[in-house]
């Protein structure tokens, strides 16, 4: 059973509108993440959050904007989307930063 | 910095054993895992190790961890069709609680019948 939850799975969505992906977890773990995947492909670090109020870049630079304002809550905000933004989009949180990630379903994102 | 590398592809047999092979670069690693991603869905925690053991064994998965040579293998025995999937290596490098996992770029698995 799914403890991480991300909504939607798939979306459709024309260039230039705004988009937010939710994310929610309900372990209570203070360190959050979102990784972008092309299919196939290997992860690349967005975002990443060690706890509410704390948001950082990750190893790939992003058009998207996250925050965290609740332990169980990370959103993924992108103010204009863009074909280029088509990819999957993963959600996981971990307890500490040794602990294994616990990852989400995914959001499919595609941007016409 | 800190590197993980896999092979892209592997095929196998029904009935063989899978051998999945991991390389990584920073010797103050903690925690080694592998993961499991399965066609449009997230990745799924399969196994981990700490890094003061040789082996482990769950199952039909078997984990060894040759720390002088960096190397991480998974070896999934009597290989079935519902274990193809990517498999993704990854570290956890050093104690701080600021690590973040680095992750290999996944190894493809396919079954041959």
């Known amino acids: 059973e799914a403890d991480i939850y991300q909504t939607p799975r798939y979306l459709v969505i024309g260039t230039g509108k705004k988009i937010t992906l939710e994310c929610s977890q309900t372990?209570?773990?203070?360190?959050m993440y979102w990784y972008q995947q092309d299919p196939g492909m290997e992860l690349h670090l967005i975002h990443y959050?060690?706890?509410?109020?704390?948001?950082e870049k990750g190893d790939l630079s992003s058009e998207s904007t996250v925050s965290r304002i609740r332990t169980e809550h990370f959103p993924l905000t992108l103010e204009s989307a863009r074909p280029s933004h088509t990819s999957q989009y993963l959600c996981?949180?971990?307890?500490?930063?040794?602990?294994?990630?616990?990852f989400g379903n995914g959001t499919r994102l595609t941007v016409t | 910095g800190e590197d993980v590398e896999q092979s892209l592809f592997l095929s196998v047999r029904e009935g063989d054993s899978s051998v999945i092979n991991c390389t990584y670069t920073d010797s103050s690693s903690t925690y080694l895992y592998w993961y499991k991603q399965e066609p449009g869905a997230g990745l799924q925690l399969l196994t981990y190790i700490f890094s003061n053991m040789d082996m482990k064994q769950d199952q039909r998965l078997t984990v060894l961890l040759n720390k002088k040579d960096k190397h991480l293998s998974l070896r999934i025995a009597d290989t079935q069709t519902g274990d193809s999937a990517i498999y993704f290596c990854?570290?956890?490098?050093?104690?701080?609680?600021?690590?973040?996992?680095?992750f290999g770029s996944g190894t493809r698995l396919s079954i041959r019948p």
């Open positions: 990854a570290e956890s490098p050093g104690y701080s609680s600021a690590s973040k996992i680095i």
């Open positions: 959050s060690y706890g509410v109020n704390s948001t």
């Open positions: 372990m209570g773990h203070d360190k």
């Open positions: 996981a949180s971990s307890e500490s930063g040794i602990s294994p990630l616990h």
